[in-house]
């Protein structure tokens, strides 16, 4: 398992009483990302647990979100997991390009926990139907906190541009 801390775009909302970290690893085929976030979660705007349902537009709210490719590819995948239980995948031919919904890969197994300080969301997601159970993987770990005042913080590994842009090749840091 690599541990991650994911970090709040510069120009955010108050992040400072929040902190935002992880674990990822994969076997046998599959990926398992855990999520920890830590603070005051009654100044975010996080949905109530529903029964586990494909949908879109989960990045307007609060969103834990995961992307992967193949070492030396352009194409990659988007894993989007809200904390009500909901999620989506998408894939893309290249950089924010030939975006549609992954139907190869089956719902993720999700897990949540949490009380007034500490959320924890772990997925796990079968990698095998899209062809990625074995070889190097670059990833890129990514959130999105709605706070109740309106405003959203984007946190990532890094944010190598002027705005949060997730889907950044240089943001995908980790390999496994």
Known sequence: MAEFTLHPFP???DTESFS???SIGRAAGRLRIA???RGPLHQLLLPRPVPSARRDG???ATCFELFWRQKDNTRYWELNLSPSGEWNAYAFSDYRAG???EELLPPPRLQRQGDSGLLSLTAELDLTGVGLASGALR???SAVLAHADGQHSYWALA???R???FHAPQGFLLSL
Do not use: N
């Open 20 to 22: 935002l970290h992880g």
């Open 159 to 161: 944010h190598p541009g």
């Open 99 to 101: 975006m549609r919904q």
């Open 11 to 13: 120009v955010a909302a």
């Open 139 to 141: 990833l890129g770990i």
């Open 35 to 37: 999520y920890l976030l």
């Open 58 to 60: 989960l990045w307007q």
């Open 163 to 165: 705005q949060p842009d």
